[in-house]
């Protein structure tokens, strides 16, 4: 029976975070950021408080003999869980109504393309989201051309993460080619956590 009942709540400790992120055990907390405001620090905290939630759970399991005992352990060790995921899904939702729309500096070392009014457009688990405008200067082959490179980096240049954005293709049978003009770009994203993540200062394009 308890190992029924530490199996049914092994889970704990596991990152809700989990689409976009791998570990942090560095940790950023009570930092803030022009443009994504106190996300990291929420996610930080997040992560520490079910670090702790997972030790107790081990702990509980380990020293509890009493089934009753460890049944209510448990119990209070689930809802624990979902205060403190509560706790930080408000704290993201309300970050995202507050940034919504806040634009991001933009560089462009991309001569075959144009960018504009890259803004924060969601916070959805443990990303943050950045939409744009996109102007193709010229035809391009389908390939992997509708995938465009990024680095998101801090005032000096250091790269905080680099990865392609996607350009948003209205459907056609048959494409074989991007024709030029405008478009929207999505999937600019910073994953979290990420300890550099509140120094973020600009988005940069690449060939």
């Known amino acids: 029976m308890k190992k029924k009942i530490c199996k049914s709540v092994i889970g704990l400790g596991i990152l809700f975070f989990v689409s976009c992120s791998g570990s942090d ?29 997972k030790e107790e759970e081990k702990k509980k399991g380990e020293t509890v003999k009493n089934k009753d005992d460890l049944i209510k352990a448990m119990t209070e060790l689930v809802k624990k869980d979902e205060e403190i995921k509560q706790k930080a899904k408000g704290a993201l939702k309300k970050a995202e109504t507050e940034l919504k729309g806040k634009l991001l500096p933009v560089v462009n070392n991309n001569p075959d393309i144009e960018v504009s009014d890259v803004k924060l457009s969601q916070i959805n688990k443990a990303c943050i ?6 102007t193709l200067r010229k035809n391009m082959d389908l390939g992997n051309s509708e995938w465009v490179k990024y680095q998101l980096q801090d005032k000096e240049g250091n ?8 350009i948003k293709l209205p459907y056609e049978f048959g494409r074989k080619d991007i024709k030029e003009g405008n478009y929207e770009l999505v999937d600019i994203k910073l994953k979290l956590p990420n300890p550099e993540a509140f120094k973020l200062a600009k988005i940069v394009f690449i060939p």
Do not use: C, R
């Open 25 to 53: 055990k560095s940790g950023s907390t009570s930092k803030t950021n022009e443009f994504i405001g106190d996300v990291p620090s929420i996610i930080a905290e997040y992560n520490d408080a079910q670090q702790k939630l």
């Open 129 to 134: 989201y950045f939409n744009g405008n996109i």
């Open 159 to 166: 790269v905080i993460e680099e990865s392609k954005a996607n």
